[in-house]
């Protein structure tokens, strides 16, 4: 049959089958957390193997997922939400501050997100990639979201005097791409620097995008 199983309907346990399910899920995308970024990889990772580590069985994976690619399609969609959350939050919080505070304060709200976990940075930049062409897609279209959060912080600032008015967006997109390959280089252990030095860095880059050399503040 095609299609998930059919979820139990009802009350049990002083829980609806709603609250039920959404508990379940959130234990299988707890497990896969665990499993897909740590050991053994979401490529190692089991269905049965999966269900043990939630605590549930195969049956109850079924009812809740078609296959890991959608658990690990979740989970990614998960983890790039809560950087997207801690962003907004800066972002709120950073309303009124001079650009270059502004952008600091921005990226380190999402640097200690990302790498507030290794096992987070394992799931946004490592399992993610060559799994399949939908799974490429979700990837891009997410990295997608954070070009546009920059253009639109850059094209705010333009509109105040505080950055050159330009197209950000072939840049914001090379600059997402250095955020993505420093950061995971940096979890990695190839970059020999504190998680400060690297967002100093790409404070530093973001910076010179925005104010580019020869581009001079208007003065009213």
């Given amino acids: 049959m095609a299609g998930r199983l059919r979820a139990p309907t009802g009350r049990y346990g002083g829980k609806t089958a709603s609250e039920r399910q959404a508990e379940r899920r959130r234990r299988f995308l707890d497990a896969a ?10 490529r190692a990772t089991t269905v049965a193997a999966l269900s043990e580590a939630a605590g549930l ?3 109850q ?11 690990l ?3 990614h969609l998960q983890v790039n939400d809560w950087a997207e959350e801690a962003v907004l939050t800066a972002f709120a919080e950073a309303q009124g501050l001079p650009l270059a505070e502004r952008v600091t304060a921005i990226f380190r709200a999402y640097a200690a997100n990302v790498t507030g976990d290794p096992r987070r940075i394992r799931i946004t930049f490592v399992e993610i990639i060559g799994v399949s062409p939908r799974l490429e897609e979700q990837r891009l279209a997410r990295r997608s979201r954070w070009v546009d959060l920059i253009c639109a912080e850059a094209d705010t600032a333009a509109a105040h005097g505080q950055a050159a008015p330009r197209d950000y967006r072939i840049a914001a997109t090379a600059f ?4 993505n390959g420093l950061l995971h280089d940096w979890s990695a252990g190839w970059v020999n620097a504190t998680l400060d030095e690297v967002v100093d860095e790409l404070v530093q880059q973001l910076l010179a ?6 581009w001079d503040a208007p003065t009213d």
């Fill in 209 to 214: 995008i925005l104010r580019p050399p020869g």
């Fill in 33 to 42: 957390l665990e499993l897909f970024g740590g050991d053994p990889g979401y």
């Fill in 57 to 59: 069985s195969t049956r």
């Fill in 61 to 71: 994976f079924y009812e809740e997922f078609r296959t890991l690619e959608d658990v």
């Fill in 176 to 179: 997402i791409g250095s955020v």
């Fill in 73 to 75: 399609a979740a989970l």
